[in-house]
């Protein structure tokens, strides 16, 4: 069993369920030992780490337990769903590694590079989670989210504005990179998705985002170039 000291509380964070064979009146201890241990953790990021080294699939806490530990670590994900948090985790760890090189990586390795991802997270949680969102779940996959990640680390201002008018089909007409965007995902389910130069169907999400990102991030800027000289 174990606990954690941390912020003036004290958490456990493994035993749950020896704890409940212990108190059932019909269990006899016999000549059994407790192994009781304590943590003392200085942030949040050790708590997740301390966390994390219980979650393991070995003790049935699959990746999702592992990542919601480490998320606990990232202020603007805490109420977050597992769904969100899982997305976040994906969409980061392939931004930054590729996703041929991410099978490589350990639940640990992927959890991490949720840390000092505070703004991002925010802002990929706000969009995943927005309310009246026809088809929100055609946008809920990791290679969508990698995009955002990427569009975010290049213009948060801009990947922001293109991302709710994708999302909410809200571009001024049918011919706007965002509205096409928005047409693409809605209607091309992952099966439907045939891989091609290479790339499979996730890698073929990705690449068709950052497409119309670009197409899009073209026009934006030089809006705000016309608008700033004026």
Not at 122 to 131: H, M, P, T, V
Request: charged share 25%; proline share 3%.
């Amino acid at each position: 069993m174990a606990k954690c000291k941390f912020d003036g509380t004290v958490r456990r964070v493994n035993g749950q369920h020896t704890s409940r064979i212990f108190s059932d009146p019909s269990f006899q201890y016999g000549q059994c030992t407790i192994n009781y241990t304590t943590w003392e953790c200085d942030t949040e990021v050790d708590l997740a780490l301390v966390n994390a080294k219980y979650d393991r699939p070995a003790n049935n806490r699959g990746p999702r337990e592992v990542y919601s530990a480490f998320s606990g670590a990232v202020p603007t994900l805490k109420g977050a769903t597992k769904a969100t948090i899982n997305l976040c985790v994906q969409g980061i760890a392939c931004a930054k590694y590729g996703k041929r090189f991410t099978v490589n990586r350990t639940i640990d390795e992927k959890a991490l590079g949720l840390v000092g991802q505070d703004d991002f997270c925010g802002f990929a949680r706000g969009l995943l989670e927005a309310r009246r969102i026809p088809q929100m779940a055609m946008f809920r996959r990791y290679a969508i989210v990698t995009a955002m990640y990427k569009t975010f680390t290049e213009d948060p201002v801009a990947a922001l504005e293109f991302w709710t008018a994708v999302m909410s089909a809200s571009g001024q007409t049918n011919k706007m990179p965002d509205r096409r965007l928005n047409t693409w995902i809605i209607t091309n389910k992952n099966k439907s998705i045939q891989a091609a130069n290479g790339r499979d169907r996730s890698e073929v999400i990705e690449h068709t985002c950052l497409r119309y990102w670009q197409t899009w991030y073209k026009s934006y800027n030089s809006y705000q170039k016309v608008t700033a000289s004026e």
